[in-house]
C-alpha cells in the first residue's frame, strides 16, 4: 500500500500563485503515472494535470501554461505550480497515482491505484 499525502492548499488572491506537493510513502514514480486532479463545488472531478513514468505530461485546457506538473524522485514528491490563479480554479486538489498505464478518461476515479485525501486551494480577492 502507499500512501499519497498532500500539501501546499490555501487562500489567494486572483492572479498569485501556489505550489502544491504530494509525498509518496515509497518510490513509485518509476512504476505509475502521477497526476493531479481537482473537484469544485457541485462539479465533477477533473484531471489538471498528467506525468507518465518516463516524463511525459499532459494539462486540461483550462490550465496549459499557468499550471506546471513536476517531481522530485529522490524525494518522491510531486509537485503542482500554479501561477496566475483564477476564481474558477477553487476546488479541492487531489494528487493520485496508478500503476503501470496512464490514467483512464473515466471520472470519478479515473482507474487511480491511489489517491491522496486533497487538499483545498481557494481563489478569492
Known amino acids: 500500500q502507499v500512501q499519497l499525502v498532500e500539501s501546499g492548499g490555501g487562500l489567494v488572491q486572483p492572479g498569485g500563485s501556489l505550489r502544491l506537493s504530494c509525498v509518496a510513502s515509497?518510490?513509485?514514480?518509476?512504476?505509475?503515472?502521477m497526476g493531479w486532479f481537482r473537484q469544485a463545488p457541485g462539479k465533477q472531478r477533473e484531471l489538471v494535470a498528467g506525468?507518465?513514468?518516463?516524463?511525459?505530461?499532459n494539462y486540461a485546457e483550462a490550465v496549459k501554461g499557468r499550471f506546471t506538473i513536476s517531481r522530485d524522485n529522490a524525494k518522491n514528491t510531486l509537485y503542482l505550480q500554479m501561477n496566475s490563479l483564477e476564481l474558477e480554479d477553487t476546488a479541492i486538489y487531489y494528487c493520485?497515482?496508478?500503476?503501470?498505464?496512464?490514467?483512464?478518461?473515466?471520472?470519478?476515479?479515473?482507474?487511480?491505484?491511489?489517491w491522496g485525501q486533497g487538499t483545498q486551494v481557494t481563489v478569492s480577492s
Open positions: 515509497r518510490s513509485i514514480f518509476s512504476t505509475h503515472a
Open positions: 493520485a497515482g496508478r500503476a503501470l498505464r496512464a490514467f483512464s478518461d473515466n471520472p470519478p476515479d479515473f482507474g487511480a491505484t491511489y
Open positions: 506525468l507518465t513514468t518516463g516524463g511525459g505530461t
